[in-house]
């Protein structure tokens, strides 16, 4: 991997590894069969294009330091990609993203993962920004969850990032949640924290809850950060009410959110609003590549 791929992917919170590994896998799809036999059929060797990614439709751009690496591997050289635009900002349809200048044969070969990359990412940037848009005014953030798609999940939660959003525990070991299963199988909510806390006293917690007398319980448990799973508007004031008397305590609002709702939600005082379909059931945006 190029250095200047390793440092923009270090700087955008990314594993360069990770990122390559990715990569590779994504080509290996299109390449496992054999070479781009259109591609090698209708250019030239040697043949150089110039072409453009553009924004088909409005949007929040995220991708880019991700595409360096697809153009890399395939050995496009980066001398010839100029990034118009960097990850996180809003564009209007027609708006070019990245001009490329180089050899035609591996650009169309890296055209379709790159793309794959670029459209999936921004639509979960986009999708991102619409809550953040949202909430603006309010104190309240949008989280993400680990409904993510297996392999993709450090790309995804960048892409919330970049969207405005923010990111929940990236797996099982940096934070614990304790749901509704560890609470049937240890008896209750006092006791799952105790037993967290006995073992990984260090580590971040939360518990969901599904009723006030749960919220209760876990307050007076010492949680500092609640899951109010599945409540309506009604129970999530009396929930921020009951939490009032626990000035460092977090409260976060999931199940069921919609766009839609999500000023009304944010009113009642919580502090996030979880959305799985953040990533995991997102519309790619409509980014295309041409040649000029």
């Known amino acids: 991997m190029s250095e200047e791929c390793d440092a923009d992917l270090k700087r955008a919170g990314l594993e360069p590894l990770e990122v390559r590994r990715l990569v590779d896998t994504a080509l290996d799809e299109d390449l496992r069969y054999g070479p781009d036999v259109t591609t090698e059929a209708t250019i030239r060797p040697g043949q150089r294009a110039r072409a453009q990614v553009a924004a088909r439709e409005g949007g ?6 991700v595409a360096l690496v697809v153009l ?3 050995g496009f050289s980066l001398s010839g990609v100029d990034v118009r635009v960097v990850d996180g900002e809003a564009v209007e349809a027609g708006t070019v993203v990245m ?3 180089g050899p035609l044969r591996s650009l169309l070969v890296a055209e379709r993962t790159l793309l794959n990359f670029m459209t999936h990412l921004s639509g979960i940037a986009s999708a991102t920004y619409a809550w953040s848009r ?5 104190s309240c953030r949008v989280r993400d969850t680990r409904k993510t798609t297996p392999g993709l999940r450090q790309l995804q939660k960048y892409a919330v990032r970049c969207g405005g959003g923010v990111n929940h525990r990236m797996g099982l070991g940096d934070a614990a949640l304790i749901k509704d299963n560890h609470v049937a199988a240890t008896g209750s909510i006092a006791n ?10 260090d580590v971040t917690l939360e518990v969901e809850c599904d009723t006030l007398e749960q919220v209760r319980e876990a307050l007076d448990s010492g949680c500092s950060l609640i899951l109010l799973d599945n409540m309506n508007v009604q129970q999530m004031r009396a929930a921020v009410e009951l939490a009032n008397g626990f000035p460092d305590v977090l409260l976060e609002a999931s199940g069921g959110l919609t766009l839609e709702d999500a000023t009304l939600v944010a009113a009642t005082g ?7 379909a953040l990533t995991h059931s997102v519309r ?7 040649l000029l």
């Open 60 to 65: 929040v751009v995220c991708g880019g330091p």
């Open 72 to 74: 890399d591997a395939v």
């Open 99 to 101: 001009s490329l200048e």
């Open 134 to 138: 949202a909430l603006e005014g309010t």
């Open 192 to 201: 799952a924290i105790e037993d967290v806390r006995r073992q990984y006293p």
């Open 270 to 276: 919580v502090d996030y609003l979880a959305v799985g």
């Open 284 to 290: 790619a945006l409509d980014l295309g590549l041409d």
